[in-house]
């Protein structure tokens, strides 16, 4: 989620790239290979996602 400048409320809510969890303030923002931003809520999902891509290229 991102809160407002003030706190008082939400501006948008974010969610995990991988899982679909609501994103707080721990947040992992980076491109995936896909040359895309993504957003990640831990290291892990991070992980999984580099495993998901080698995998779909080892297919083709």
């Known amino acids: 989620m991102k809160f407002s400048s003030n ?3 939400v501006e ?3 969610k995990c790239s991988v ?3 609501l ?3 721990e947040r992992i923002e ?3 290979l896909k040359e895309e931003p993504a957003l990640y ?3 892990w999902c991070v992980e999984w996602e580099k495993k998901r891509e080698k995998v779909k290229q080892e297919a083709l």
Request: proline letters at 0%; charged letters at 30%.
């Open 7 to 9: 706190g008082y409320y």
């Open 12 to 14: 948008k809510y974010e």
């Open 19 to 21: 899982c679909g969890k």
């Open 23 to 25: 994103v707080y303030e």
């Open 30 to 32: 980076q491109v995936n």
């Open 41 to 43: 809520c831990s290291d």
